[in-house]
T-cell receptor, first 112, second 113 residues
């Protein structure tokens, strides 16, 4: 029973490099989300996808792009990484937008 | 606009003592509210949710929360703390319009033996 799977679990990048964080869920959920977690700031929504084929900006979308590849997969791309994007990134999914969200274990990303 | 404030970034209790974690929210539409728990190096797990069916909500691991509209609060309680309750707890408010969640800053619960 995998739930929400994120890859990789850890990554170190240099400033200016690009990277794609992968997320897949096996619960047949319609909605998926990307958050970043920084100390003392809780979780902040980067992008979300209410259903397959749609994506919308969240609270902090600048510097990121997303792709809802199919119903299962939702990827987050950093085109030109900056030190301010050092964070822990969480993917989540829910049956619909108003249902409880299920979280992956996170990707710890450091940008030097 | 919606917001959520968790009072106290760190709370310390003795094992067996009452746990009280405070959460206040603001919302221009009827909110739905969640409490999540995060153990080290893990994602968030749902503790309980409020969706207007009942003001007192029971969750997993003996936790419960009471929705008080007049106080715009949704405090989390547990009668008797256990060492395994040590974790970070997040309150979140969702909009019935958009479905997006806004998370509080989190409260780290320490349980002393």
């Amino acid at each position: 029973n995998a739930g929400v799977t994120q890859t990789p679990k850890f990554q170190v990048l240099k400033t200016g490099q690009s990277m794609t964080l992968q997320c897949a869920q096996d619960m047949n959920h319609n909605s998926m989300y990307w958050y970043r977690q920084d100390p003392g700031m809780g979780l902040r929504l980067i992008y979300y996808s209410a259903s397959e084929g749609t994506t919308d900006k969240g609270e902090v979308p600048n510097g990121y792009n997303v792709s809802r590849l199919n119903k299962r997969e939702f990827s987050l791309r950093l085109e030109s990484a900056a030190p301010s994007q050092t964070s822990v990134y969480f993917c989540a999914s829910s049956e619909t937008l108003r249902q409880p969200q299920h979280f992956g274990d996170g990707t710890r990303l450091s940008i030097l | 606009a919606q917001s959520v404030t968790q009072l106290g970034s760190h709370v310390s209790v003795s094992e067996g003592a009452l746990v009280l974690l405070r959460c206040n929210y603001s919302s221009s539409v009827p909110p739905y509210l969640f409490w999540y728990v995060q153990y080290p190096n893990q994602g968030l797990q749902l503790l309980l949710k409020y969706t207007s069916a009942a003001t007192l909500v029971k969750g997993i691991n003996g936790f419960e929360a009471e929705f008080k509209k007049s106080e715009t609060s949704f405090h989390l309680t547990k009668p008797s703390a256990h060492m395994s309750d040590a974790a970070e707890y997040f309150c979140a408010v969702g909009s019935s319009n958009t479905g997006k969640l806004i998370f509080g800053q989190g409260t780290t619960l320490q349980v002393k033996p």
